[in-house]
Structure formats: C-alpha cells, structure tokens
Antibody, heavy 120, light 105 residues
Framework: DVQLVESGGGLVQPGRSLRLSCAAS????????MHWVRQAPGKGLEWVSG????????DYADSVKGRFTISRDNAKNSLYLQMNSLRAEDTALYYC?????????????WGQGTLVIVSS | IHLTQSPSSLSASVGDRVTITCRAS??????LAWYQQKPGQAPKLLIY???TLQSGVPSRFSGSGSGTDFTLSISSLQPEDFATYYC?????????FGQGTKLEI
C-alpha cells in the first residue's frame, strides 16, 4: 500500500526556519512527481510546491517563492521542504502528495499532514 | 491563471443532482482535477483529465469541460457526499486550486 508520512512540523517563531520531511513507501518513488500542499486553519487548499522525478522541474507558489525549497532523495524515498523566513501566514497543515503520473494528473495519494504554527 | 469555483456553498438533499462549476481565467485544455475533502481528512482525488474517474470513485461522480469551463456533477447525492470540493489546474505550474465549494445538507 502507498504510504506517505510527513514529519518535522511544530511551533516556530516568525523569521525562523523549519524542514519538513515526507517518507514514501509502497510505490516506485522515482517514477512520480511529488507535491507539497498546505491548508491554513479553516481555509482552502493551497498548492505550495512540486518537483518532478529527477528534480529537473521544480516550482513554487508565489507566496513562498524565494523562501521555501523543495527537494527529494530518491535513494531514501523521501521528499523535503525547507522553509525559511517563516511568517504567521505560513501557519497551516502541510500535506505531502504523490502525483498520479510523472506530472500533471492530480495528487492521488496524500499523507495525513504535519502542522506548522508560526507564532512568537 | 486563476480558478473560480461556483457556488462557494450549496445546500442539497440526499438524492438530488448537483453541479459545481470551475472557471479558469485562461484556457487549460483538459488539465483539471477535482477533489473531495471531508473535515479532518486529507483530500481525495475524484476526477483527473477533466473527465476521467479515479479508480474506486463511484460512478455517480462525473466531470466535463475543457478550455476554461468545467463542471463536477453528482447524479444522486448520498449522505457521504456532503463535503468540500476543490478543482485544481494541472496544465503547468503553479498547480493552483479553486477556493472550494462546501456541499451541505
């Protein structure tokens, strides 16, 4: 079975950094694009970042561009999100998601999310 | 490219047919997905490629459209269908979501 398990969330002060991880299992990790999607409390879904299988195609939402960095380690079946210069508006549940294909067909598997709270 | 869903909320009854619309500010061909999210749960992929039903999703769900106008229809609402629905563009990054449509009893 496909499993995605996020970790690394927590309470952090504004301006500080946090690194999220997503451990993947149950599928051939390096066959698929991967994504981070977040959801602020009581709000809708926001796509944060995506990365293709070999890290050759990466992009970010404008709201995080220049502050967040997505990466993957195919040897470790892991996805990461380095979040710098965190702001209160980055407070959200962060989901790791597997693309249905190499890219562009939707997220067919989701983790349960890791909560990031940015507050002093 | 922005996605605008309508309505933002919708009240319906079990057995009703409902339609949710997603409009893109520019053409995105058929690169659109629909998701269902229930409180406290991760989203679930329902439709991809605008009209292809994801495996395991009941056939009462259907999607249509291309270019800028898309619809998600549920032919006969079941109690478990009351949830929030999102569209997502997938033609190119960023893979923006619509603002969501809350379907209530």
């Amino acid at each position: 079975d496909v499993q995605l398990v996020e970790s690394g969330g927590g309470l952090v002060q504004p301006g500080r950094s946090l690194r999220l991880s997503c451990a993947a299992s149950g599928f051939t990790f390096d066959d698929y694009a991967m994504h981070w999607v977040r959801q602020a409390p009581g709000k809708g879904l926001e796509w944060v970042s995506g990365i293709n299988w070999n890290s050759g195609n990466i992009d970010y939402a404008d709201s995080v561009k220049g502050r967040f960095t997505i990466s993957r380690d195919n040897a470790k079946n892991s996805l990461y999100l380095q979040m710098n210069s965190l702001r209160a508006e980055d407070t959200a549940l962060y989901y790791c998601g597997k693309d249905k294909t190499a890219g562009g067909h939707g997220v067919d598997y989701w983790g349960q999310g890791t909560l990031v709270i940015v507050s002093s | 490219i922005h996605l605008t869903q309508s309505p933002s909320s919708l009240s319906a009854s079990v057995g009703d047919r409902v339609t949710i619309t997603c409009r893109a500010s520019q053409g995105i061909s058929s690169y659109l997905a629909w998701y269902q999210q229930k409180p406290g749960q991760a989203p679930k992929l329902l439709i991809y490629g605008a009209s292809t039903l994801q495996s395991g999703v009941p056939s009462r769900f259907s999607g249509s459209g291309s270019g800028t106008d898309f619809t998600l229809s549920i032919s006969s609402l079941q109690p478990e269908d009351f949830a929030t629905y999102y569209c997502q563009r997938l033609n190119s990054y960023p893979f923006t979501f619509g603002q969501g449509t809350k379907l209530e009893i």
